[in-house]
């Protein structure tokens, strides 16, 4: 396969490239939990629990807020200024304060019939924080901790961001980590880093985490180089490549070449013809043309039933198992600890045994998330236990290598004969008479 030699060039800027198009893929927040969809106009979508339409966040900037109304209308949501904590009335301390279920005044029936009346989550919020008879008993803290809850409960609060390989990276490893072999989003930046990527580099990338490496690669290097993605199966897939919603100019420098190929392709028996005439997986095909209707129709149908269903509902913990029994890297305990478990390991053996690789490393990289605020920052309880393993290392050239060594040998051979005389031939200076 050779390379045309032509690189895209830069492309300006548009001038509506920090406003949303119709079109565009974006990523849905609230809180911490993501979701990224195609922004299409009279498309109904559904997240966390709330259906709504997207057309009004058209033409606004990313980042917006937004508050779905009644109808599944969304509305920019004003910035309204909190009360500041002289104006708080606060308890010194939570000890006298028992949660018998009886603090609350409004009833579940009553909450619904606020909200059939059509009055906002924000008002709901305030109505349950004055009807409550131990609020102002409570810390300031707890407070804070109280409104956040409630408002995650009762307020349909959305903010549209741009899709990047960070937020695609959490958003893949918390809802969907089986599809991207569980890696979490700082392992993708050491690849990144250890891998030098950038702009202007010619790249070949072989991974089965539905094209999430080649979507940082290709956003990391703007649109300048080229990136040829190796791909077992069929075809390649790339259905996250397509949730950053790269120009066209970006993909003019990516190309595809099958990896049960590569041994002809070295071997120099490869021809096109051999590409032709191979049988294309249509799954496959259709993940990497980018068309995720059918996969966002099936993602809408199970939230639709999980918005009817109740909170703690059944069939949520048994798509997970079936997310889990799928991936292929999963043992099950029995087979654990056999060989088969320790790829990278074998791998990094027969690299130090055959030489070549300078720096080779095999490491578990640990992290840890804080929360950062006002007198109470510290580690969060919930982290992750690990973040798999990664290889990395500097090839060298062998033969070359090998040649310089074999010249500097000789050459050091030659000298040592030219500089030294023979043992044998060694005489003693004989002393002189006096």
């Not at 396969?1 to 949303?20: C, F, N």
């Not at 893949?172 to 990144?192: S, V, W």
């Not at 043992?331 to 300078?358: A, H, M």
Request: charged share 30%; proline share 5%; aromatic share 6%.
């Amino acid at each position: 396969m050779e390379d045309s030699g032509e690189q895209p060039g830069p492309q300006p800027p548009h001038p509506g490239d920090h406003r949303i198009r119709d079109g565009d893929y974006v990523v849905l927040k609230r809180e911490d939990v993501f979701k990224a969809v195609q922004v299409q106009r009279r498309k109904k979508v559904t997240f966390e629990k709330q259906w709504f339409y997207l057309d009004n966040v058209i033409g606004h900037s990313y980042g917006t807020t937004f508050e779905v109304t009644n109808g599944g209308s969304l509305q920019p949501k004003k910035k309204k200024e909190e009360p500041t904590s002289e104006t708080k009335e606060a308890g010194t301390d939570n000890r006298n304060i028992i949660d018998d279920g009886k603090s609350q005044k409004l009833t579940q029936d009553d909450i619904k019939a606020l909200k059939d009346k059509g009055i906002k989550g924000e008002e709901i919020v305030q109505q349950l924080i004055e009807n409550s008879t131990t609020f102002r008993d409570k810390t300031e803290f707890a407070q804070d901790k109280y409104i956040k809850k409630k408002k995650k409960k009762y307020e349909a609060i959305i903010t549209v961001v741009k899709p990047s390989t960070r937020i695609l990276s959490v958003m893949y490893y918390a809802r969907e980590p089986g599809k991207i072999n569980h890696m979490r989003y700082d392992t993708l930046a050491q690849m990144l880093t250890l891998g030098n990527i950038r702009a202007g580099n010619k790249m070949i990338v072989m991974e089965t985490c539905a094209g999430l490496v080649l979507g940082a690669m290709m956003e990391r290097m703007g649109g300048f180089g080229s990136i040829i993605q190796l791909y077992p199966g069929g075809g390649p897939v790339r259905a996250a490549t397509a949730c950053f919603g790269f120009p066209e100019s970006f993909l003019s420098g990516l190309y595809e070449f099958p990896l049960n190929k590569v041994d002809s392709l070295l071997n120099g028996t490869f021809s096109a013809e051999m590409l032709s005439s191979e049988p294309k997986d249509s799954a496959s095909v259709e993940e990497s043309n980018g068309t995720l209707e059918e996969k966002q129709a099936s993602e809408q149908e199970n939230e639709d039933s999980m918005a009817e269903a109740s909170e703690s509902s059944p069939p949520e913990e048994q798509e997970t198992m079936e997310i889990v029994s799928q991936d292929p890297e999963y043992k099950e305990p029995k087979e654990r600890g056999s060989r088969k478990d320790y790829p990278l390991l074998e791998c990094y053996t027969k690299l130090r045994e055959r030489g070549g690789v300078i720096n080779l490393r095999l490491s578990e990289t640990w992290l840890r998330n804080y929360q950062v605020l006002p007198d109470r920052s510290h580690p969060k309880l919930l982290m992750s236990g690990g973040g798999g393993y990664l290889l990395s290392g500097f090839t060298v050239a062998m033969d070359n290598l090998r040649a310089d060594l074999s010249l500097k040998s000789n050459a050091s051979t030659l000298e040592l004969h030219k500089t030294e005389e023979p043992a044998a031939k060694k005489r003693k200076c004989p002393e002189s008479d006096s």
